[in-house]
């Protein structure tokens, strides 16, 4: 999925960009506690703040 291809649900716009949540955030293996996780990315857009797309950014601490 390119960010050209993308087409807002909610409001039709074609404006889309990306952010990550990391930090406390980050998301982990349920059976493990002590790991950092992985930051996730969103690709959402710019207009309405409708997401369009939720990634794991490092599927290595899995």
Same mark, same amino acid.
């Given at each position: ?8 649900? $909610?409001?039709?716009?074609?404006? #889309?960009? @990306? ?12 059976? %493990?506690?002590?790991?950092?996780? $992985?930051?996730?990315?969103?690709? #959402?857009? @710019? ?12 599927? %290595?601490?899995?």
């Amino acid at each position: 999925m390119t960010q050209q291809e993308l087409v807002c649900k $909610s409001c039709g716009s074609e404006s #889309f960009t @990306k952010g990550e949540m990391s930090g406390y955030a980050n998301i982990r293996p349920i059976d %493990k506690i002590f790991t950092n996780g $992985s930051p996730v990315i969103f690709t #959402f857009c @710019k207009n309405c703040g409708e997401v369009a797309s939720i990634k794991i950014k490092n599927t %290595k601490k899995f």
